[in-house]
Each structure stands twice: as C-alpha cells, then as structure tokens.
C-alpha cells in the first residue's frame, strides 16, 4: 500500500548528526521525519561501535556510541520526530513550486520543503559474500534478509553465518522449509547462548544440519540455485538447495545519494559553509556525507553544521518570518518547546 | 621496515611501514585497494589480508575479538588476519601478505 506524508523538514539518515539536526530545527518549530534503511536510530554509532567509547563529544570524557544515540533520542524527544526505519530513499525530485518529492523503497511518497541529507557514511547495506556470480541470484533465490517467511516453505534452505541474524532465522524458518543447513566457518558462535543451544539441539534430533565450511560456489538457472558448494577442510562439498540466506553483517554504500544530481567530490556531497546547503536549493547536507575546504569527518562538525543549516531551513519554510537568536539557558520560549518551563 | 603486499589483482607492492602504525594504516595509505571501514577499530573486516605462512608466527593469533570479526566474510582461510590488529614493528620488517577479496573496495 502507497503512503503519502507532508512534512516540512525529511532527514535522510537517523546517525548522530541528522539526530542532532531534529534538536535545532524543533527549536525553530520545525517537523521532521527520518527516513533510515537501518532498523533503529544512530548510524555507524550504533551500527560499527555501540560499545566502543567516544572521548571527543564536548562535554562528555566518555560515552559509548549507543549512549550517545541514546541521549540524543532523549534530548530530541520533546519536538516528536517521526522515524521510518529499514527503507531507503531512492529519488528526490524537486517541484515546481520549489518543494520536493521523495521517493522510499517501501513504496512512501514523503512531500517536503527542506531535505537535509544526513546519510554519513552511506547507506548501511548487507555484505555480499566474495562469491562468484552471486548478483544474478540476489532477491530470487538468494536474499539477505527474511521479508516473507512464505517465501520459505517447503524450500530447501541454507544459511551461513555464526551471528544472532542466522540463528534466529534458523529457529524460525526451521519448522516450515524442507530440509535447513547451517553453514559457518567455525563451531564457535557470536549469537545469544539460547538460540546457540536450542540450534545444537534441533542438529541433534536431525532437524537442522551443521556444516563447518565456507560457501563457494553457487549453481543454478536464471536467477535460481539448485546446489551451494562449499568449501570444508574434508574438501569440496555440494549441497541441494532453492533458498541461500548469508548473514555477514552490514556494509556501508553510497548507494543512491549518487544519483540524485547533487554536486559531488569523491563521493561526498558539495555544500557551503554558511548554511550547509547543496547545489540544489532547499537540500541540505551535514555530516559525513558533505564536503567543503577543511572537512572534518567527527561527529562534532556535524552537530555544528546541523545548528546553522536549521536558521537556513527555517528561512526557507517560514519566509519572511524574523528568526530572533535565543540561548536554551535563558530563553523561557525555547524551554517552553522543550518542556522544561 | 618494509611490507611487502600482494592485491587482489596480484601485484606486488613493497611498502614502507612505519613503527607503530597499524599495516592496515599503511596499506591504505598507499592507495592499495582496502576498505577499511571503520578506521581500524575491530569493527568491520573489510581490511582482511592473508598472512604468508613464514610470518605466522612472527605476527601471533588473533585475538577472540578479532575471531568474531572474521566471521562477517566469506573468504577466511587458516592465514587470515584483520590487518589493523598487526602493528608495524621492527620485528615484522618484511612481513609478506596478501589482500582478501572481502577487503576490497565497493
Ligand atoms: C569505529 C568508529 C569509531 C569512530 N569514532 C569517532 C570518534 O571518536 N569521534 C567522532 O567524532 N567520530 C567518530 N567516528 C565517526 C562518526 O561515527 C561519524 O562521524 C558519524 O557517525 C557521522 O554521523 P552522520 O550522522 O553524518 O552519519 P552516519 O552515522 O553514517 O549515519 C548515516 C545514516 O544514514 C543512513 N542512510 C544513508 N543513505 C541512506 C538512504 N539513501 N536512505 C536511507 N538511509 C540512508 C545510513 O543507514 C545511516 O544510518 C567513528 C566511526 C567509526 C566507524
Ligand atoms: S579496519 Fe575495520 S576491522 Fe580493520
């Protein structure tokens, strides 16, 4: 079903700096809506380092990268932000009246007068494992997600991986296919002990059948595998098989942001360094994604730039309206906003 | 001390490494074809290299951490090292490996 959303403000990319973003244009009575391909908000914070400490956000000696979202989530809480997680956004097209039009892979259409490019690093996207020709089977019988458990039954099924993703859709998958293997490179596993236990369990009973071993090869027609060969220390082994699901984690890709006819250099986007906006009025880049002489890649930067692209938003959405400069500490307006007076 | 680096289209690179960088930081900084996402922080793999069997000893086993990483590619073999977990040292002069496939560039 095809959504329609209004909005004044769609930030693409829930990472530290498009979080912070929602912070500064709430202050300005801006909505925003996020828009992340991820399945929650924090970005490569969340994503590469949830438990690794930052020691150069101001004001904190230390905090990990999933408190930091953690914070940030809190400290825009007040201005409601609303999130559309695990979609990417594909197109943005700009209309005649200078507004624009986006375009998700979830079939949503978001109408927007200000687009602010958070996109970091990238889109997170899964990692294809170096198998030869593996493309030509991607999303007919070769998937890196689960989306319909349907597409599943009676299938014969091999998974690969040793983490939480291939675990899970072991446990789950196995009572509907026709025969499941599970494939990993080692008998040690980086999944919740439970799920680890009841695998080893369903191996028992002949349900599910473990492979030490790495995929190598695929076989098939026309975009559908009948064997996966892989590679065991016993040598080369050929297993049946109409569905592969490899769970290698995530990677970061440009992904479509390199389509969308914005100026570019080596793979960020162009922006000034008055109001961090694009080549195309009224889309603004900030964070990672952006370029400009003397670009730093912190999370620092970002929050800076997220503060000054606001005051242009909010001159865009709101024209002619006289945007008075107030601190949080002494502004009672500003506290009002943030339920704090 | 020097590194000496076979990429994935098989050519040979001898580099200059520096004591106390990471190979990883070295490899990169010479162009080489390596990701290395996330900058050397134990946290993506796509710096993954094969080690030659006479340095195996030289450069140690990876760590439990390290072991977790390895398994998010498809490509690991009983040589296979993350190569911002090896830093450069006097000890290394000449370490020989070779970039994965996984370590590439999109
Ligand atoms: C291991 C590691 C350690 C780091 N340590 C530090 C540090 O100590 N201090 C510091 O300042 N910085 C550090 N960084 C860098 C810091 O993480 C980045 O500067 C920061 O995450 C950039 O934030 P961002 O919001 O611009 O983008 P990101 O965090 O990259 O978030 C971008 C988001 O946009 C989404 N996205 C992109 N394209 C699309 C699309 N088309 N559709 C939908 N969603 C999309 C992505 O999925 C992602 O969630 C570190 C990075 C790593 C990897
Ligand atoms: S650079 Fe990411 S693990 Fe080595």
Known sequence: MSTEITTDVVVIGAGPCGLFAAFELGLLDLKCHFIDILDRPGGQCAELYPEKPIYDIPGFPVVTGQQLTDNLMAQIAPFSPEFHFSRMVNSIEKLEDGSFKLQTDADETFFTKVVVIAAGGGSFQPKRPPVPEIEQYENKSVFYAVRKMEDFRGQDVVIVGGGDSALDWTLNLQPIVRTLTLVHRRDAFKAAPASVNKMKELVAEGKVNFQLGQIAKLDGDDGQINHVHLATEAGDLSIPATRLLPFFGLTMKLGPVADWGLELNDNTIVVDTEKFETSVPGIFAIGDINYYPGKLKLILSGFHEAALMAQAAKAIISPGERVVFQYTTSSTKLQKKLGVA | ?106
């Open chain 2, 1 to 106: 001390m020097k590194i000496i680096v076979t990429d994935q289209a098989g050519d040979v690179h001898e580099l200059e490494g520096l004591e106390g960088w990471r190979v990883m930081e070295v490899i990169r900084d010479w162009g080489l074809n390596i990701k290395a996402e996330c900058g050397g922080a134990l946290s993506c793999a796509t710096c993954h290299c094969y080690v030659d069997s006479e340095w195996l000893d030289a450069v140690g086993a990876p760590s439990d951490e390290e072991e977790d990483m390895l398994d998010s590619v498809g490509d690991v073999k009983t040589n296979s090292r993350l190569s911002c977990q090896i830093l450069c040292s006097d000890a290394l002069d000449g370490l020989k490996l070779t970039l994965a496939p996984s370590a590439a560039k999109d």
